[in-house]
């Protein structure tokens, strides 16, 4: 399957911008600095389409992407960066800002079929355990993917993703992605995950 197109749409900064349901959604959510934006431009193979940035915080609205792939049973659909949580950097009358914006796109919007969380593999914080349990508590079964994960050694690798995998909460049998930006370890097991779910 090839990417044919990948489209910056918008940024919404309140919720009546969102999408009125034109084409499904899925959302990339995560920690700052999880690595949202480099698995973006990874899965989209295409370099700098997401802004990558070192400042945590620095998506700061619901950003659009449009994708067209050349699966001819795949529709398009809009691929959803948040803005990261845990963002220490940034106020909190900021934070308290993004706070209700997030969650009413996440819980109420209609055309979002599924929420892609992002935790780092080595640093799962109780953000993210409280994200994944209220992902779950709104019907929101959440795709987890584990980032980062060429950072470790062979030696360590089950054991570490065992350890997220508890360390989250998640049920015996829900599935944990390993993923790397780096060597492209994931890349397609997440693409079988999406189109799974967005296949007209």
């Known amino acids: ?14 919720a ?19 690595g949202k934006s480099s698995l973006i431009n990874s899965l ?5 389409l997401a802004k990558v940035s070192r400042t945590p915080g620095k998506t700061r609205a619901v950003n659009l992407f449009q994708i067209a792939t050349s699966d001819p ?12 949580y845990g963002f220490a950097k940034v106020s909190k009358s900021i934070r308290a800002e993004w706070g209700p914006l997030i969650e009413s796109y996440v819980a109420e919007q209609p055309s979002l079929i599924t929420v892609v969380l ?7 914080t109780e953000q993210d355990r409280q994200t994944v349990a209220w992902l779950q508590s709104i019907g929101r079964d959440p795709v987890i993917v584990a980032t980062k994960v060429d950072k470790l050694k062979p030696s360590e690798r089950v054991r570490t993703l065992r350890q997220t995998h508890r360390d989250l909460g998640l049920p015996e049998g829900q599935q944990l992605i ?6 492209g370890e994931g890349r397609d097991h997440l693409w079988g995950v999406l189109r799974d779910l967005v296949k007209t």
Not at 1 to 14: D, G, H, N, P, V
Not at 44 to 48: D, E, F, P, S, V
Not at 118 to 124: G, I, K, P, W
């Open 1 to 14: 399957m090839k990417i044919l197109s990948s489209e910056f749409i918008k940024s919404c900064a309140s």
């Open 73 to 84: 049973g795949l529709a398009k659909f809009y691929l959803v960066d948040l803005p990261g």
């Open 44 to 48: 989209l193979n295409r370099r700098g």
């Open 178 to 183: 390993p993923y790397s930006v780096v060597t």
């Open 118 to 124: 992002l935790v780092e593999c080595r640093v799962v």
């Open 16 to 34: 009546e911008q969102f999408p009125q349901g034109e084409l499904l959604e899925i959302a990339v959510a995560g920690r700052s600095n999880v």
